[in-house]
T-cell receptor, first 110, second 115 residues
């Protein structure tokens, strides 16, 4: 059965203090790993798709990396507007659905 | 280009009632998935529609049903509402077999409260 575990559950950073969010996954065959950002009461906003170990993608202050067992979302010099819940999801080979973790709630303090 | 739209934004129902939620996919997308997100949890997959057929279903009872129309829009119906059905219901659209990749794009959600 698919499993996605995100850590930490919550993270408070000072503005400019870089850090990483972790997503550990167990899946029989990985079709893709997805990162989303979700603001309170809103729908998830797509950030990245990663397909194979060693792959990296960047967008502004965010960089996502993938290994065979986990993915990291690195946040460099975060700003208060980066405060949100970051969700990780996997799609198994042959399946059409996304299986989500419970997210990391990030708060960036000015 | 309009993204995924959902209606209504909020809904309050009582136990035992029935509810219909609506979704219009992003332009160019032909596949619609529905997810339920309880407070503090990640979204959970309900089902996916493609070519007006339910293509895959998650672990939800048959009180949850859906439909996809020829214009690719979709409805989610929930019968005999329970208190535990209170959640944010998310619609996600994607393209099957196209050049758009695997990404699913989410709408703003419908907040359902069951009293």
């Amino acid at each position: 059965e698919d499993q996605v575990t995100q850590s930490p559950e919550a993270l408070r950073l000072q503005e400019g203090e870089s850090s990483s969010l972790n997503c550990s996954y167990t899946v029989s065959g990985l079709r893709g790993l997805f990162w989303y950002r979700q603001d309170p009461g809103k729908g998830p906003e797509f950030l990245f798709t990663l397909y194979s170990a060693g792959e990296e993608k960047e967008k502004e202050r965010l960089k996502a990396t993938l290994t065979k067992k986990e993915s990291f979302l690195h946040i460099t010099a975060p700003k208060p507007e980066d405060s949100a819940t970051y969700l990780c999801a996997v799609r198994e080979t042959g399946a059409n659905n996304l299986f989500f973790g419970t997210g990391t709630r990030l708060t960036v303090i000015p | 280009d309009a993204g995924v739209t959902q209606s209504p934004t909020h809904l309050i129902k009582t136990r035992g009632q029935q509810v219909t939620l609506r979704c219009s996919p992003k332009s160019g997308h032909d596949t619609v998935s529905w997810y339920q997100q309880a407070l503090g949890q990640g979204p959970q997959f309900i089902f996916q529609y493609y070519e007006e057929e339910e293509r895959q279903r998650g672990n939800f009872p048959d009180r949850f049903s859906g439909h996809q129309f020829p214009n690719y829009s979709s409805e989610l119906n929930v019968n005999a509402l329970l208190l535990g059905d209170s959640a944010l219901y998310l619609c996600a659209s994607s393209s099957t077999g196209g050049a758009w990749g695997d990404e699913q794009f989410f709408g703003p959600g419908t907040r359902l409260t069951v009293l």
